[in-house]
């Protein structure tokens, strides 16, 4: 760029990793989205044209790279130990009187922080440079994930100190940003994440470092292997970690005594329901390192630490009636209403039953007792019913024919979990579509709670998302607790998301609620097009014949499409959100990025499980997506591979068979991810067999 010195530029990193540093470490931003994001694509219009420039902290890593094939093994000599635990009091206490034996006469100080359940870490710094990263794995062994670890806003990529040291701690989501993942997976027919830990377990471990980057992980810092090379205590660490840039939990205390233990472990229980991540305990640390030195560890566990746990989030109920709720995409969710009990401090009086086909294998009834959990999830879920309790007069419940709210008639497509309501116009699916809209992984619109989408839906106001574009400040004015400072708020926030550049087509496609079409897949249609009123203008046809050729963009997603488009509502919606001003475009270095990520061993295939299998189902899910395949809830004649484990019915593998299913071990599958066997099937676009079984 003419003008531009390469001071200029540096500049301009530091500008950028300083707001970065406000906005995810901090909370106290200074720059609203539109202004950033103008910085940014400035700091990617400048290194592409000066490539020779860019630096390895650079802010633009933080969109992670080209997928890889597997990750490498890294093996510690320091390795991370796991904890003794406990759930009980008087066990704290002997530990406490174990450290105090072995240290006769010392004051022996503490540290209490809150056990995050996420995924352990450790971070490899040179000269103050990022170079490392690694999951804890087994302690010793671990997986080097650097560039999905680089993706972490709240990781500096470079210190203030030219310090070479390592740096352990948890990957973790918000629980806000973890139901909200959940929910866009549901909506898009894909299995939702048990809790916040395996979320950001398999967020982390991604072969894709640009789907990683697309996820809100967070991330605490609470431990250096150095230790007194560092700094000379538990507590001196923490702070020092802090200054450097580094998140440290601010819920830590350092503690004199056991009943100071004691009363940090009761203030941190009693806020546990208001946490803004899931903990399911404290650690209890020797804040001294020389005392730790001289206490030591066993074979597995350090002597100078223990976890004390916190009650298990669960209680039992009973069953007074079933629910049906009507998300965004018109799935009807079924929701078990619960005579109200108390779990972990709060009444619970309503509880998940996910889907259909979850409330018919749980066999659960109206009636029935049940164990609740919360399990880190916001809404609490049935994970048993106790059958040995039933008297007979259960009654069972049959999913509606129809949808609750509107009275269309449901569908359920094959291969889908979900029965839909597909009235687009449904009351319930229109606020719902408006609350995910709002949402800042979507289109970011402030001050649009839940009660006022209510109103406006209810009112008459708002009938789309469109809609939104057209309020006027005296329209809100006559709606419940609408004062006109309030009103003026919304009208700009509205504003704000539709002014030039302030948002992706990627992320308005999203929050559209196509069917199908998740953040990979938006992404993919959005490079295509670049900006809303290419694809607005063009005949539903035209936007599926422009899609082919690219890469995982099958017949199936092209069809999803083009039906979408032909509903008559759905290209009123474009014309109208066009019209109103809303025209975003896709950056040239996002579709990019999008057209990198969509490659894979697996591209194109369609991919089917059964069994047990050595990895959980939803791990696996991940890796078959993350190298380019489709996973599939059931085997069609669609179904590429199905991946038998153990335990698997010979009708199952028959029936597969029959249908030209090819069945491979779950090794296979793998070593095909890895590129260690030769026969790996390649790929052709979602939603085509993509040639013949090997």
Known sequence: MAGVTKDDYLALVRELQRHDHLYYVLDRPELGDADYDALYRRLREIEETHPDWVMPDSPSLRVGGAPVAAFEQVVRDVPMLSLDNTYDAAELAEFHGRVVEALPGEAVPFVVEPKIDGLGIELWYQGGLLVDAATRGDGRTGERITRNAQTIREIPLRLAEPLTFRVRGEVYFRLADFAALNEELEADGKPAFKNARNAAAGSLRLLDPSVTASRPLRVFLYHVPEGEAFAPTQWTTLERLRALGFPVCADAARCDGFEAVQAAYEKLLSRRERLPYEADGVVVKVDSYAQQRRLGATAKYPRWAIAYKFPARRATTRVRGILVQVGRTGALTPVADLEPVELSGTTVSRASLHNEDQMRALDVRIGDAVVIEKAGEIIPQVIEVLKDRRDGGEQAFAMPQRCPVCGTPAERREGEVARRCPNVRCPARVKELIRYFATRRAMDVDHLGPALVDQLVESGLVRDVADLYALTVEQLLP???????????????????????????????????????????????????????????????????????????????????REWLAAPENGALLAKLVAAGVDPEEPAADAAAAAAAATGPLAGKKIAVTGTLGRKRDQVQRDVEAHGGVFARAVSGETDYLVAGEKVGRKKIEAAEAKGVKVIDEETLYRWMAGDLPDAPGGGPIGEPGGSNP
């Open 479 to 561: 709606l419940e607790r609408m004062a006109e400072k309030s009103a003026r708020n919304v009208v700009a926030a509205i504003a704000r998301s539709r002014a030039p550049g302030a948002r992706t087509l990627r992320r308005l496609l999203t929050a559209l609620g196509l069917p199908h079409v998740g953040d990979v897949m938006a992404a993919l249609v959005a490079a295509r097009f670049g900006r809303l009123s290419r694809l607005a203008a063009m005949s539903p046809e035209e936007a599926g014949a422009a899609l082919e050729g690219v890469h995982r963009i099958g017949p199936e997603i092209r069809e999803s499409l």
